[in-house]
């Protein structure tokens, strides 16, 4: 019999659906061993264009929400008990 790994992909709170749809998307193609692009296909693009929020984000979304789903790095430290609970998950 086949065993696959079975995985659990969970988020946090506080999205905008430009979030929302760039993060799951780049989620899905990642374990699912698709290339990920630089830029979006139009139709893609397009798709994040007609979205909306009704909060101060929502007014004018940085433009590489609607090109790609992949955002700049942002260096800085990582706090020891997240070092140690992705120690802990990957060793299982």
Known sequence: MDRTRCLVVLGGGGYNP???GR???????TLNNHAIPETLP???EAGLRVLSLD???GR?????WFTTLL???RPGPV????RQLTKEVLSR
């Open 23 to 29: 993060c799951w998307a780049l989620i899905w193609g």
């Open 60 to 64: 004018d979304p940085p433009g590489h």
């Open 55 to 57: 909060r101060a984000i």
């Open 42 to 44: 139009p139709e893609a």
């Open 79 to 82: 706090r020891d008990e997240i």
């Open 71 to 73: 955002d700049q790095p």
């Open 18 to 20: 430009w979030t929302v």
